[in-house]
């Protein structure tokens, strides 16, 4: 692990701690969270991807490198307009479960990232259908529904 590298444990003790802060603001700023994670991952890219094709290569490559929260993230679309992105080793539903141990509720911002970045890329309207948890801490499926009418511009 180089210098500025955290550990899970850090990374987990700090997510919590944060969303434990906001209180009765977190789910709120939680979707800011998203929304601001999205915008910082768009201007990284010399185009934004204009399909599903090069959303899932663009947000999988940008999720095993620099914005590496979990062992695995996987992008997926179906022909019926549902998208998931499959997670497994995520540090912050290891935070998320110190929030739920002390009686408070989780917050998962990259669940509003995926659905804002998704949105601006594709000019369509996206909802988050959902998550569901298979097995242990750390793996879920995050759950969308990407509406044919266009949305959102790529300001």
């Known amino acids: ?16 701690a944060v969303f434990e802060a906001l209180g009765g603001d977190a789910s709120r700023y939680n979707a800011k969270i998203g929304i601001i994670l999205a915008d910082a991952w768009l201007k990284r890219l010399d185009e934004p991807p204009v399909d ?18 979990a062992d695995i993230a996987e992008m ?4 019926q307009g549902g998208a998931s992105l499959y997670v497994k080793g995520c540090d912050i539903c290891s935070g998320n479960e ?6 408070k509720a ?15 890329s594709l000019r369509r309207n996206v909802e988050l259908a959902g998550s569901e948890k ?11 529904r990407i509406h044919a009418d266009e949305g959102q511009s790529r300001s």
């Open 98 to 103: 110190l929030l739920r141990s002390g009686g």
């Open 106 to 120: 989780g917050s998962c911002p990259i669940s509003q990232m995926v659905k804002s970045a998704m949105g601006r």
């Open 134 to 144: 298979p097995g242990p801490v750390g793996e879920c499926y995050l759950k969308y």
């Open 52 to 69: 599903s094709k090069g959303f899932k290569e663009a947000v999988e490559a940008y999720m095993r490198g620099p914005f590496r929260f």
């Open 1 to 16: 692990m180089s210098a500025h590298d955290f550990s899970k444990e850090f990374f987990a003790l700090y997510h919590a």
């Open 76 to 79: 997926t679309f179906d022909a």
